[in-house]
T-cell receptor
Framework: SQQGEEDPQALSIQEGENATMNCSYK?????LQWYRQNSGRGLVHLIL?????REKHSGRLRVTLDTSKKSSSLLITASRAADTASYFC????????????FGKGTKLTVNP | ETGVTQSPTHLIKTRGQQVTLRCSSQ?????VSWYQQALGQGPQFIFQ???????GRGNFPPRFSGLQFPNYSSELNVNALELDDSALYLC????????????FGQGTRLTVV
């Protein structure tokens, strides 16, 4: 079963716009990670935020985490056509192990 | 490139057959996890191997089994293949219990006909 739920399921924007994806989860976590997947290929790790962190930045990515609401958001600023992909959030259990629980993903399309 | 390699990249098998998928972990990583990703879904955790021992299993039947070798590479074996086993199989390499990110291979696309 999948713990995370991404919202929206699909998002279509124009190049240069910002894209925001949300993720909700159900149980306690050690950390939450965001991954990108292009056309059914392997997952590329984007960013990891620990349960005691509230916000993290990496380049054009900004991730927030609200453990009281069990939710996270991923913001991609100034999107590019190359950002077109599926984005998944994944939670790691409190033990810190890497047995990740993924959501169903958000399919992002950035139109040139 | 993550340094995690999977083979083969694509595979077609007949229902009832057996299949072995392989994964080479990233240098320095002692943990390999396997995931199944059905079309349009997120990856689902199958099991994890840490220092050659199974270290947790998801909701998959016993016909899904695995091995980890002394060099920390790993195999996923699936017996008595069913049509629903058609999926992308991903392995992820990590440093066990570190709470750090996992690095994924490109996956093996298995089609069962």
């Amino acid at each position: 079963s999948q713990q995370g739920e991404e919202d929206p399921q699909a998002l279509s924007i124009q190049e240069g716009e910002n894209a925001t994806m949300n993720c909700s989860y159900k149980t306690s976590i050690n950390n939450l990670q965001w991954y990108r997947q292009n056309s059914g290929r392997g997952l590329v790790h984007l960013i990891l935020i620990r349960s005691n962190e509230r916000e993290k930045h990496s380049g054009r990515l900004r991730v927030t985490l609200d453990t009281s609401k069990k939710s996270s958001s991923l913001l991609i600023t100034a999107s590019r056509a190359a950002d077109t992909a599926s984005y998944f959030c994944a939670t790691a259990p409190p033990s810190g192990s890497e047995k990740l629980v993924f959501g169903k993903g958000t399919k992002l399309t950035v139109n040139p | 490139e993550t340094g995690v390699t999977q083979s083969p990249t694509h595979l077609i098998k007949t229902r009832g057959q057996q299949v072995t998928l392989r994964c080479s972990s990233q240098s320095g990583h002692n943990t390999v996890s396997w995931y199944q990703q059905a079309l349009g879904q997120g990856p689902q955790f199958i099991f994890q191997y840490y220092r050659e021992e199974e270290n947790g299993r998801g909701n998959f039947p016993p016909r899904f089994s695995g091995l980890q070798f002394p060099n920390y590479s790993s195999e996923l074996n699936v017996n008595a293949l069913e049509l629903d086993d058609s999926a992308l199989y991903l392995c992820a390499s990590s440093l066990g219990g570190s709470g750090l990110e996992a690095f994924f291979g490109q996956g093996t696309r298995l089609t069962v006909v």
